[in-house]
């Protein structure tokens, strides 16, 4: 390999006077050429192998490693836009049912309320209804109580006429006395 250097070396080595120039530069710098050359060949090497075997698999890693931040960063993007999303559609469904409820609770109040309502007037038609059956009642038991008691005093004024007068009335005139007793007592 050696022998391949000492060529590649004799064929880039300038000739003439532009060749003493550089090579005396190069001399002066302490420069060997075939040395240099084949250094630079043995790097070449090692770059090449570290950029085919160790940088390439490396940045292709780094490279699948960014996409898949990159993807994360979306997708974590779209779920807070999704959270975001569902929490409004939440807080608009909670709305909704309060909403829904508050009605709800106001015709449970109003049905309620009618309720009581009618169950108040019910009561106070069937107390009007006892009261004047109990009026009703109270006037016939009057009504009989009094007739009852014009019976009891007619009966007991014709009794007491009867013997007041027993002595000194005849017949005829008795009855008279009972019939006009008796329909004065009926008139009142």
Known sequence: MHSHLLLLAAAVEPTGEAASGITKIINDLGIDVPAFLAQMLSFGIVAFVLWRFGFKPVIATLDERQKKIESGLKYADEMQAKLAATQEESAALLKKASVEAGRIVDEARKTAKDFLDRQTQEAAAKSND????????????????????????ARLVVTTTERVLAKKLTDADRASYNEAAARELSSV
């Open 130 to 153: 006892l009261l004047v059956k109990a009026q009703q009642a109270i006037e016939l038991e009057h009504k009989k109580m009094l007739a009852d008691a014009r019976t009891e005093i």
